[in-house]
């Protein structure tokens, strides 16, 4: 089954820009709809934004939007997230997630392990 692994935090200063990764190593997300979650440290998980199993259609929360771009390549596996002008608000843990639902379903049956991404000031 499907299996997603997250890469690519890490310790970074604010205004800097990384990309984190969604790799799937048990099958394809080609049909699923892929999403982005995080958790800051004595915080509940937020969701951040959400992208179609086609690519073509995508949602961010407004603290996303600008910043944080998510992309998906689906003959590799893998979807992004493109952090761009952190800050230390951004330290988070980086969830990423898998859902049957095409758009408006709230259920995300798989999920990765988390990366964590630290912004120093």
């Not at 394809?28 to 259609?57: C, H, N, V």
């Not at 407004?62 to 002008?85: C, E």
């Not at 608000?89 to 709230?106: F, I, K, L, N, P």
Request: glycine residues 10%.
């Amino acid at each position: 089954q499907v299996q997603l692994v997250e890469s690519g935090g890490g310790l970074v200063q604010a205004g800097d820009s990384l990309r984190l990764s969604c790799e799937s190593s048990g099958g394809s997300i080609g049909t699923y709809l892929m999403a982005w979650f995080r958790q800051a440290p004595g915080k509940e998980r937020e969701f951040l934004t959400k992208i179609s199993a086609d690519g073509e259609r995508i949602f961010s929360v407004d603290s996303a939007k600008g910043r944080f771009t998510i992309s998906r390549d689906n003959a590799k596996n893998t979807m992004y997230l493109q952090m761009n002008s952190v800050n230390p608000e951004d330290t988070a843990v980086y969830y990423c997630a898998a859902s049957t639902s095409r758009w408006h379903g709230r259920t995300y049956a798989y999920w990765g392990q988390g990366t964590q991404v630290t912004v120093s000031s």
